[in-house]
Nanobody, 121 residues
Framework: QVQLVESGGGLVQAGDSLRLSCAASGRTISGFAMGWFRQAPGKEREFVAAISWSGGTRYKDSVKGRFTISRDNAKNTGYLQMNSLKPEDTAVYYC???????????????WGQGTQVTVSS
């Protein structure tokens, strides 16, 4: 079993930055892909970014150039650096992990509880 705990969310202004963390426990996730998804009120959960066990990355088009996903396997932790935040980035952000890199939420078995990110204009 893998437990994931997100942190780092908060209320910021447009143009600000935040770094989300996803701490894993229960087993090492060095061989797992990690993903970040978000869900705004009244909307479906959507893919944001993912990183494979070897460091390959994928991003949602609207966050390319602003968000960076990374991982520190020694700390069993993943990160999402978010720069130039926009009001439309407001959502609950979830991290997820599974054996294969995917942009589809249903392919991730392990999920965190989410952290709120609110960007004011």
């Amino acid at each position: 079993q893998v437990q994931l705990v997100e942190s780092g969310g908060g209320l910021v202004q447009a143009g600000d930055s935040l770094r989300l963390s996803c701490a894993a426990s229960g087993r090492t996730i060095s061989g797992f892909a990690m993903g970040w998804f978000r869900q705004a009120p009244g909307k479906e959960r959507e893919f944001v970014a993912a990183i494979s066990w070897s460091g390959g990355t994928r991003y949602k088009d609207s966050v390319k150039g602003r968000f960076t996903i990374s991982r520190d396997n020694a700390k069993n932790t993943g990160y999402l650096q978010m720069n130039s935040l926009k009001p439309e980035d407001t959502a609950v952000y979830y991290c997820a992990a599974d054996t294969g890199l995917s942009t589809w939420a249903w392919e991730y078995h392990y999920w965190g509880q989410g952290t709120q990110v609110t960007v004011s204009s």
